[in-house]
């Protein structure tokens, strides 16, 4: 059923198609992630702008992707911006939720003992929230990499300068070729597993407190997961 | 009898440079402006204490009387809407206040340790803030867990989660110890771990202070915690108004008010026994003789002495037992075995307290007073003990009736 001729004279392609995919995906990753934080920090100031926020968030999240592709076009033409800018839209939600949920986490008595002792807004913001947020903080991205990696996918549909890995898709589906759309569709989902499962081990290694053994009072730390905020679906 | 009216640390030792007065001037802290202007009472009103150098002053009072708001405004947690707090006279609202609160010790009950930092890191926490080189950091860290308490070879690289309640609550104390700032502030430091653990750290605690003398400001809702801290105590009732501030022996002994007297409760005679050693106490004396002594001329003495029995002491002068008068021989020599019965011996640095629960339950209630080597020094009565309550009861009443003039 699988074509491996086919297959191991596309090795190349993959390769390049590969670090395309990794490209748009780390892109809208970083720039949404930086969007977030500030969304985050403004939040975490002025509580009542985080309900509007979230709001529009949301409803940017609803936009079926394709749509918003396309919906790009006229806006900024087939250039690289038109897959950038939707994909960096989708991670927001995600990342605002639980970057303010992981500072909101800080316990109380850590802030205040913090500013009793004499720590500027900004060393405690670095050097105590920071730190304890993190774990949630690395949570919302493990669900928005994964998401925007799916939807990179999509991109595919913008032509053959953009998809990633999803350029095989479409081409395998245009021309009725199922090895092709697997050898796009088996990558990319590798890709996003390999990618969840580096986070994970960066996550370990920036946050050694939690490996420690940990008492119930600490449970709050528990990341919210995929189950709690559906990755984008294509 | 320890001298109740405080006055600057005579004890203080070389490695506190100084210890800071505290005071409190007209301080009024109103959380809702509007409910104030309606004439609603603020959280603390119109408070004036003076906290001398190098004493523990304890704030006690019922929940949400305004203990927690107190103690933050000196450390500008909380600004006050009224009023001034002075730090050796300086005004803390003229000071920056980072650098404040660098300098004052701050614990508190849920410890706020930092979850993501070693032991050793959280107690080096100010000395970071303040540039201290690294490697003077960590041995002032490893020097204050020592102090606390904790073997620094065994908790210095663990993590808070890592600790039982009672050891972070000692960390915290380390913590607040680390850049050796002259005033201390401790919100319920004790107050989350089991009665026996408490006692543990309130001796450990009271201890450390006899070499430390910094001034602290304790805060506790339990009276007992505070009688048994404190060189002074402010009661406080509910809007952070002082009902009393006195030494301990004082508020009980002469309440100011109906508040205190019911806020210390209906032991209050019991508490001030504990507050007094048998050694502050002037000693009665029992006729005694040696073993081997003459029974005619002991005899002879325990008739004309007023109680019916008479001591027997060893050959050191410890006491062996009661010979009742009616068995002493009327010649011959003394030995053991007329002893019929013995009774409590009391260490000099026995509470007046534990020195009538020991009397209380003994076939002779008199207490047998020893010295460090066991020798006799005299004999303590459950009369005498009522005597010296009525007394200090006495001189209290004038002393706090001589005070509001
Ligand atoms: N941030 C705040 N905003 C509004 N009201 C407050 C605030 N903090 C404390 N209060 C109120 O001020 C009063 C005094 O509170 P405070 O925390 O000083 O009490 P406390 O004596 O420390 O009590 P506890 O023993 O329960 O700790 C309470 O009535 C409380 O409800
Ligand atoms: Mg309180």
């Known amino acids: 059923m699988i074509d491996w001729g086919w297959v191991v004279d596309h090795l190349d392609d993959l390769a390049g198609r590969t670090i395309q995919h990794l490209g748009f995906a780390v892109a ?30 949301g409803i940017l999240y609803t936009i079926p992707s394709l749509a ?67 774990p949630l903080i690395v949570a919302g991205v493990r669900v928005a990499s994964v998401s925007t990696i799916g939807l990179v996918t999509i991109t595919g549909a913008l032509g053959d300068r953009f998809g990633g890995l999803g350029f095989f898709i479409f081409e395998g589906y245009r021309r009725s070729f199922p090895t092709e759309i697997l050898f796009g569709a088996i990558p990319a989902m590798v890709l996003a597993v390999a990618v969840d499962l580096a986070l994970v081990a960066v996550q370990g290694r920036l946050t050694p407190w939690t490996r420690a053994e940990v008492q119930p009072g600490m449970s709050s730390l528990d990341p919210v997961t995929a189950d709690d905020v559906a990755p984008k679906a294509a | 009898m320890p001298d109740p009216t405080p006055t600057p640390a005579a004890n203080a030792s070389s490695s506190t440079p100084h210890a800071a007065t505290v005071e409190f001037d007209h301080v009024t802290k109103t959380y809702d402006p509007r409910a104030a202007k309606a004439g609603a009472p603020g959280a603390v009103n119109d408070l004036s204490l003076s906290i001398p150098a190098g004493r523990i002053c304890v704030l006690v009072g019922p929940s949400g009387c305004g203990k927690t708001t107190s103690l933050k405004m000196v450390n500008r947690l909380i600004e006050p809407t009224k009023g001034r707090i002075l730090l050796d006279g300086v005004d803390v609202a003229t000071r920056d206040v980072t650098e404040l609160r660098r300098g004052i010790g701050y614990v508190i009950q849920q410890t706020g340790l930092f979850p993501h930092q070693t032991i050793e890191d959280n107690v080096a926490t100010v000395p970071r803030l303040l540039g201290w080189p690294k490697a003077r950091q960590k041995e002032r860290a490893q020097e204050l867990l020592g102090v606390v308490g904790l073997d620094p070879s065994r908790y210095a690289r663990r993590y808070p989660a890592q600790l039982s309640g009672g050891e972070r609550q000692r960390v915290g104390v380390a913590r607040a110890l680390a850049a050796d700032p002259p005033v201390m502030l401790m919100d319920e430091p004790f107050g989350a771990v089991d009665p026996i653990v408490r006692e543990r750290l309130q001796n450990e605690f009271l201890r ?79 006729p005694t003789a040696r073993a081997g002594d003459g029974a005619a001329d002991a005899r002879e003495r325990t008739r004309r002495n007023e109680l019916p029995y008479l001591l027997l002491l060893d050959a050191e002068d410890r006491p062996i037992g009661w010979v009742d008068e009616a068995r002493l021989p009327a010649e011959g020599q003394l030995g053991d075995r007329l002893v019929s019965a013995t009774s ?27 010295d460090r080597r066991g020798a006799y020094r005299g004999i303590i009565t459950v009369e005498q003990i009522a005597g010296f309550t009525r007394e200090t009861a006495r001189e209290a009443q004038v002393r706090a009736d001589a005070a509001t003039g």
């Open chain 1, 28 to 57: 809208a990753l970083a720039i949404g992630f930086a969007i977030a934080f500030a969304l985050s920090l403004w939040s975490l100031r002025q509580r009542r702008v985080y309900a509007p926020i979230i709001g529009f968030t």
């Open chain 2, 208 to 286: 450390l202070q006899e070499q430390l003398a910094k001034t602290i400001l304790f805060v506790t809702h339990d009276i007992d915690e505070a009688i048994k801290l404190g060189d002074v105590v402010a009661v406080f009732r509910d809007g952070g108004i002082v009902e009393q501030f006195a030494p301990p022996a004082e508020i009980l002994a002469a309440p100011a008010s109906e508040f205190v007297a019911r806020f210390v409760g209906a032991d209050r005679g019991l508490k001030r026994l504990s507050l007094t050693r048998v050694n502050d106490v002037e000693l009665g004396h029992a």
């Open chain 1, 68 to 134: 918003l592709f396309a919906a790009m076009v006229p806006i900024t033409g087939l250039s690289v911006l038109t897959a950038i800018i939707p994909l960096v839209l989708y991670t927001l939600l995600i990342l605002v939720r639980n970057i303010v949920a992981g500072f909101d986490a800080v316990p109380a008595d850590v802030e205040e003992a913090a500013n009793g002792m004499g720590y500027t807004r900004r060393a405690r913001l670095r050097a105590v929230e920071l730190p304890l947020a993190l």
């Open chain 2, 344 to 370: 409590p011996l009391l260490d000099r640095r026995t509470t007046l307290k534990d020195a009538l629960s020991m009397l209380l339950d003994a076939d002779v209630q008199i207490g047998v007073v020893v």
